[in-house]
């Protein structure tokens, strides 16, 4: 046993391989969140990612995001890429280095199955939820991913195409994000992910 492929199948049977393998899920913002998520993903065997973010890597990043030191500088989306592809090469990654806007968030939107959201800004993450709505598409989305010492007071809340999950109080206005909680709740969404691939889609 000697590839990727070939190991998952100690955890998945075929068919449900061929479910994960197929769904494209769209990474909107790849920063603490969207990064740790897209490398969990990529270990449950998803293979079919579109990155979307416009920063670049910064020494700051690396407290509690998916990127290593001789990255920084680059795009993160294309540093995500790298990090995706050197776990698992038979993935499919389009990226697009572009701020989220009220203009092409349709057209980024409607390219894959589910969407990961994993913005900053309030205003982001409604202008992300209310599209996917008109679309159709689920969404996981993240409320409230700062602070540690309380990983307990995470919830899920679950409605017809939308998951949120956070403590739904602490913002990055306000409180510092820290590894372990911003990977606790990325993992969270993943999980979501998983479930509606295998049970509802």
Known sequence: ??????????????????????????????????????????????????????????????????????????????????NILSINSHCNIITFEVKITSENVIDLLSQGDI?????????????????????????VSAIGVCGFGDIEKIKIKKFKNITLIGDFQSDNKNFQPYAPKVIAISSMQCDEILRMVLYEI
């Open 1 to 82: 046993m000697n590839d990727f492929r070939d190991m998952l199948i100690n955890y998945f049977t075929q068919e449900e391989l061929n479910k994960i393998r197929k769904t494209k899920i769209v990474i909107a913002g790849c920063g603490g969140l969207g990064s740790n998520a897209a490398i969990t993903l990529t270990r449950t065997g998803f293979e079919n990612f579109i990155l979307i973010d416009h920063d670049k890597v910064e020494t700051s990043n690396l407290n509690r995001q998916a990127y290593f030191y001789n990255q920084i500088g680059k795009p993160k989306v294309i540093a995500l890429k790298e």
């Open 115 to 139: 969407i990961l959201e994993a913005v900053d800004t309030a205003e982001t993450k409604a202008l992300l939820i209310n599209t996917a709505v008109s679309l159709g598409k689920k969404i």
